[in-house]
C-alpha cells in the first residue's frame, strides 16, 4: 500500500501565499510521478501541477508562473508552492502519486486526502 499524506492548507487573503506538502509513505519501490489537482465545489477536479523521473513539470494555465512544484526525492516528498493566490484558486487540493509498489513492475496511481486551500477577496 502507498499512503498520501498533505498538508498546509488554509485560509489566506488574495495576493497571499501558501504552501501544500505531501508524503509518500508504504511499501513503495519507485515514484514515477507526482501531482497536485484541485476541485472546486460544484466543479470538476483538474490538474493543477505535476512532476515526472527527470525532472519534467507541467502546469495549468490557470495557475502557470504562481505555482511551482517541486520534489524532495529523499523524502518521497511534493511540495505545491502557491503564491499571487486568487479566489478562483479556492478548492480542496489533492495530491497524487504514479507508483511502482514494492514488488509489483507497473504502476498504480494514490490520492491523497486532500487539503482546503481558501482565498478570500
Known amino acids: 500500500q502507498v499512503q498520501l499524506v498533505e498538508s498546509g492548507g488554509g485560509l489566506v487573503q488574495a495576493g497571499g501565499s501558501l504552501r501544500l506538502s505531501c508524503v509518500a509513505s508504504?511499501?513503495?519501490?519507485?515514484?514515477?510521478?507526482m501531482g497536485w489537482y484541485r476541485q472546486a465545489p460544484g466543479k470538476q477536479r483538474e490538474l493543477v501541477a505535476h512532476?515526472?523521473?527527470?525532472?519534467?513539470?507541467n502546469y495549468a494555465d490557470s495557475v502557470r508562473g504562481r505555482f511551482t512544484i517541486s520534489r524532495d526525492n529523499a523524502k518521497n516528498t511534493a511540495y505545491l508552492q502557491m503564491n499571487s493566490l486568487k479566489p478562483e484558486d479556492t478548492a480542496v487540493y489533492y495530491c497524487k502519486t504514479t507508483a511502482i509498489p514494492v514488488g509489483r513492475l507497473s504502476t498504480a496511481d494514490y490520492w491523497g486526502q486532500g487539503t482546503q486551500v481558501t482565498v478570500s477577496s
Open positions: 512532476v515526472i523521473s527527470g525532472g519534467s513539470t
Open positions: 508504504g511499501s513503495i519501490f519507485r515514484i514515477n510521478a
